[in-house]
């Protein structure tokens, strides 16, 4: 990106916008949205406050841009399952992703999106809100997925999709959860593996 690229106030930024805001999802990952203090977010950003509000507005709005990079970064993982064949391998590659996305090497333990908005008080509602419709729109991918894996034969067409859905996203929720509590990436293959060999659709 051009450092120079020009703010709202006509004035040249000093700064790579991108990178900053990959700074600044690593910083929410790890601390949560309301255990990031902006003094935290500024620091690691290597920018003022005033250009934080310039470039990427307020906390809240920064949260959702730095959700949206992880989306399109580290869980990117899920749109690339969804497109997997069937939905055996759908899931295979959910777990897998989840595992390697939370035992990342480099990056906070867990899931942004389960560890962003843990124990977050009032001040942290919109970011609890902004979570839970985002994991609400991943289970809505799986279950919409596993419908069209009923319609095309690839599942029992007594599989309860919405059911199915939400499980994987129980199973893939808990190993962010365990490996935000220092569960390692083997440990954590197992418990894939564990629901992998006892897959059975629900019915």
């Known amino acids: 990106m051009d450092v120079t690229r020009k703010s709202a106030l006509g004035r040249p930024r000093s700064f790579d916008a991108d990178e900053a805001l990959g700074r600044a999802m690593v910083v929410f990952w ?37 959700l949206r990079r992880y989306a399109e970064g580290p869980a990117s993982y899920v749109a690339e399952a969804l497109a997997r064949p069937t939905a055996l391998e759908v899931v295979e590659a959910f777990l897998t992703g989840a595992v390697e996305t939370s035992t990342r090497p480099g990056c906070p333990a867990g899931c942004l999106s389960v ?5 977050a008080g009032e001040a942290g509602r919109p970011a609890r809100d902004v979570l839970i419709a985002w994991r609400e729109e991943c289970r809505a ?5 596993f419908r069209r894996a009923v319609d095309e034969g690839d599942l029992p067409p007594d ?14 929720n808990g ?9 390692g990436r083997d440990e954590l293959r197992q418990v894939a593996d564990l629901a ?3 897959w059975q659709p629900v019915r």
Do not use: C, H, W
């Not at 560890?115 to 124990?119: C, D, F, N, T, V």
């Open 159 to 172: 599989t309860d999709p919405e059911l199915l859905a939400r499980y994987v996203m129980t199973v893939a």
């Open 141 to 145: 991918y799986l279950r919409d997925r």
């Open 30 to 66: 790890e601390q949560g949205y309301e255990g990031a203090s902006l003094t935290d977010l500024t620091s690691a950003m290597g920018i003022t406050k005033t250009s934080m509000y310039a470039a990427f507005g307020n906390k809240e709005e920064l949260f959702r841009k730095a």
């Open 115 to 119: 560890q962003g908005s843990l124990a």
């Open 196 to 198: 992998m060999r006892n």
């Open 175 to 183: 190993i962010a959860v365990q490996a935000a509590g220092g569960a």
